[in-house]
């Protein structure tokens, strides 16, 4: 993932009734394409037929839920014909409680993209004005500050979403050319006109599954990235404990076909040019973290294409309650604004991605102790025999690993089992979408804290094997590659040294994926 300043705007991503996929999503948040609006005059007569339904329906029938009606437990209380107009606003103001961190300005992308996907549909009843402001917030790189806490994930993400709602309409503030400003002085150093919410555009906007589902093309991106990475680390650790590369074998892996299991066993072969395997070996078999390794990685890679699948469909669904059918002219009541799908990937991706935290961890765990590493020097020190008594190499760092590892651990617990009932029981069953999302974004950060710190130790764990001439393997290829890659930046560690900062080095590289891996 290579971030650029500027979007290319060569190759716009165009909006439309189009399909998206994960990778579009990804690419306007990290800001590797730019984006438009379809003009194409049968999309905008798609969209502005819903808007023009609700006009007509407004008129003749008198009585729409979100429109003349309250919202949620409240749908029975009337809104007099006078106070219409002001409802989309009270709706998005009431709803400004969030808490915590905010967004990043890329998971801020990331939600813009989702949200004008869905209401691109062309089923939530709202003009093509409105997607033409959310337009101008990505093309202007304006990013909505929304607060991370709040969401049920059912009825959607309505409140993170109404700072969406409340900056299209000049209000709060946003990410703007680096700096926190206030909305409406970048609206008007833009000459950008606040919009005016028509009657249901509140309600389309908020009462989706916009920011979990954003959050979960972030999550899919980095997990997909991980795979490879934990492979590599593996096949490093695997020679730097003299592993058995047949562990790896082609045939064994043919008679338990998972194809994503399948896949990492061929990339650690490929790693370890294992050779022909001997007709009865009589050495003795490696501890489960390297052996089993394939089988531990391989839950994830199996299950990419699924959660695929439940993330792109959601991305391309209209989400909000009512759907408006403007072509058959219906209104149609329904709770698609419900996250369980999202919330079932997250809580599953974060058990898959804890697991490779503890595969690693237990990796290093035999790589620092003498009486698993096959020679090696206690903690990975490589320091000389005259200053060895005063060094400790990676004890410290061992320990990190076992902090963040144990918090990944804890963290696996689904949160899409803990629905609570709330608003006066109207949404009494929700799905903790965002939460599920919020808890694997972090696994992904403490796994990622653990790949880095493990990979420096592999990569000591190698060279020191070098040093002693007992190195079995060939280091060629992959390997090759990834050892030179770090040594570039991280040198041997022959002296105790801080590794804070260069920790922290290499976990920004690997979150951009800047090693070069499968």
Known sequence: MSQSASPSAANPLVFDEQRLSIEDVLAVAHQRRACALSDAPEFVQDIEQGARFLDRLLQEDGVIYG??????????????RELVEQLPQHLYTFHGCGLGAELSPTAGRAVLAVRLTSLTRGYSGVS????QQLTRLLQNDIVPLIPEEGSVGASGDLTPLSYVAAVLCGEREVYYKGARRKTAEVFAELDIKPLKLRPKEGLALMNGTAVMTALACLAYERTEYL???????TALNTIAAQGNAHHFDERLFAVKPHPGQQQIAAWL???LHAGEPPRNPNRLQDRYS???????????????????????NELNSANDNPIIDGAGEHVLHGGHFYGGHIAFVMDSMKNAVANIADLLDRQLAQLVDTKFNHGLPANLSGAPEARRAI????????????????????????????SRSTECHNQDKVSMGTIAARDCLRVLQLTEQVAAAVLLAACQGLELRQQAGTNEHSIEGGIKT??????AQHPFLAEDRALEGELRQLIARIQEQGLSLY
């Open 67 to 80: 429109v003349t009606t309250g919202y949620g437990d409240s749908c029975t209380t009337h809104i007099p």
């Open 128 to 131: 093509y004005g409105l997607l």
């Open 227 to 233: 795979t490879k990475l934990a492979t590599r680390i």
């Open 269 to 271: 072969r490929d790693d």
């Open 290 to 312: 390297l052996r089993c390794a394939p089988h531990v990685i391989g839950v994830a890679a199996d299950s990419l294409p699924w959660w695929r699948q439940f993330i792109e």
């Open 391 to 418: 060094n400790h190499g990676f004890k410290a760092v061992q320990i990190g690993v076992s902090a963040w590892t144990a918090e990944a651990l804890k963290l696996t617990m689904p949160a899409s089992v803990f």
């Open 482 to 487: 990834t050892f030179d890659e770090i040594r």
